[in-house]
């Protein structure tokens, strides 16, 4: 404009001034004041209105952004963006792709809606390969689709629309995410109602789209950390727990290798150096000696080494056929030979015929332990028997003794590693305390369970299950 205002207007000169001062100052309600100020007032008014709107829309863009960052974790962050975006763009279900390996995959990792049954879940995974959101994600440009039911008839071979007019939606805004110029993933509104998009959406999610990508980027990798975090945690206190294991064991084997080791040593040493002191029945029961406390530290060696095999998982299992009865006759016989020093009888009740599938050396090891247990816990002169039982989804084995029993208190460490309780060998037999531990983690490895039924004074029957 050239020259001075008309005259006619001069007096308006400080209303307009007034009223940019108040725009300047955030007061944007100037309706009563623009009376007789013409045209110009009227252009003031609209601008007022127009700032007004930006203003508010800025205060909303900045309340979504500071909720977006106060999540740290994805599924928070998600969260938010659910309760957040409502106020710019219209959904009923909210979806969440990121994309995987090297870009080519992309995976539903999070959805929410109040409406419907969730379809089309997490994990749900798609080759980007071809598909219509490669489109999306290089041009940058959100799609709009306001009948999904004819995209659908269009494209038949659409498995994510068809999950998603399944689940009742029929117009959906599909917005590519893009952070530091590196393709992150997708995020889908869709509605119940067709013809709900418009590129007035479009506008406002391109407004938010750059801080949003680099806040769901920021909650995947934090998600991806605090994962990996966890599982270093986990698999810490599993060498931790492995550690104090093996220093256990050290410490044990030491101290129970000592003295039978002692043992064969003195044995040896008469034997060898002064022989002539003894007579030759001596020096047979030296020669016995050395040869039980040897075998006794080759047990213990033998012990300690399946338990470190089974902690470390290392033990393999070799299932196969057992034919049940035959194979409890030969274990029962050779446990009632070796029983008759002590005049203890080992009987087998008559099992009922049948196979199992299971290991069968670790299986005859469990045997093993706990027929001898009865037997070397129990005073001379007594009964064990041996019985199977079959259930409706499996076998029972029972092994019961006229032993001490086992007191309430003892029953927690029983099987326990290194449990020596209070009942100790009655006929001079070694004890590591390892057997039942053993047994017990064999018997799990089987899907089975082991287990004691006794009173003190009244024997025990110890038991356990193993599956079909
Ligand atoms: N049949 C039983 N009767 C009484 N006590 C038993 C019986 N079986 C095991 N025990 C107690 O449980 C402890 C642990 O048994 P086990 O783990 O087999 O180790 P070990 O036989 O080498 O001592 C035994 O030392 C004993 O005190
Ligand atoms: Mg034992």
Redesign the pocket.
């Known amino acids: 404009m050239t020259g001075n205002p008309p005259a006619a207007d001069e007096y308006r000169i400080p209303h307009y001034i007034a009223i940019t001062e108040k725009l300047k100052r955030g007061e944007y309600d100037i309706s009563s004041q623009i009376q007789g100020l013409g045209q110009l007032g009227q252009a003031l008014y609209e601008l007022a209105k127009a700032l007004e709107h930006r203003y508010r829309e800025f205060q909303y863009l900045d309340r979504i952004t500071a909720n977006l960052n106060a999540g740290l974790l994805l599924d928070e962050v998600l969260e938010n963006v659910y309760n957040d975006f409502r106020e710019l763009i219209p959904y009923d279900r909210i979806g969440f792709a990121l994309l995987e390996d090297n870009d080519t995959m992309l995976r539903a990792c999070w959805a929410k809606t109040n409406a419907s049954d969730i379809k089309l879940t997490i994990g749900y995974a798609a080759s980007m390969a071809g598909s219509s959101l490669e489109t999306i994600m290089r041009t940058g440009q959100p799609r709009i689709l306001n009948d999904l039911r004819a995209y659908l008839r269009d494209k038949p071979q659409s498995e994510s629309t068809r999950l998603i007019v399944e689940e009742g939606y029929q117009s959906s805004l599909t917005c590519p995410l893009v952070a530091n110029n590196m393709p992150v993933g997708f995020m889908f509104f869709s509605s119940l109602l067709p013809n709900t998009y418009t590129d007035v959406h479009v506008d406002m999610f391109q407004r938010i789209a750059g801080q949003l990508s680099v806040i769901v980027e920021k909650g995947r990798l934090v998600s991806e950390l605090a994962a990996q975090k966890q599982a270093l945690e986990e698999k810490n206190d599993e060498l931790i727990r492995l550690n104090d294991l093996k220093n256990t064991f050290v410490g044990m084997a030491a101290h129970d290798l000592r003295s039978p080791l002692g043992m064969v040593q003195v044995a040896l040493s008469f034997v060898s150096g002064h022989a002539d002191m003894l007579s030759e029945g001596e020096q047979q029961e030296m020669i016995e000696e050395a040869y039980r406390q040897s075998r006794y530290m080759l047990q213990l060696i033998d012990d300690l080494l399946d338990v470190t095999r089974i902690e470390s998982g290392k033990l393999e299992l070799k299932p196969e056929p057992i034919t049940l009865p035959d194979f409890l006759q030969d274990i029962t016989a050779r446990h009632n030979k070796l029983a008759a020093s002590k005049n203890t009888h080992v009987t087998l009740k008559p099992p009922p015929g049948g196979t199992i599938t299971a290991d069968p050396v670790r299986l005859r090891q469990v045997l093993d ?1 706990l027929i001898s ?2 037997v ?3 005073p001379s002169s007594s009964q064990v028997t041996v019985w199977l039982d079959r259930l409706p989804d499996g076998w029972r084995f029972n092994v019961q ?1 006229e ?4 007191r309430p208190e ?1 029953r927690e460490k ?1 099987f326990q590693d290194f ?6 060998p009655t006929g001079g037999e070694k ?7 053993i047994s017990r983690r064999m018997i799990e490895a089987h899907g089975g369970h082991i287990d004691v039924e006794s009173g003190p004074g009244q024997g ?1 029957t ?1 038991w356990f299950t193993l599956p079909a």
């Open positions: 332990n247990n009865a070397n816990f129990s003794d032993g001490p029993g086992i003892d029983l449990a020596r309780l209070s009942a100790r004890s590591t305390g390892l057997g039942l531990a025990a110890f």
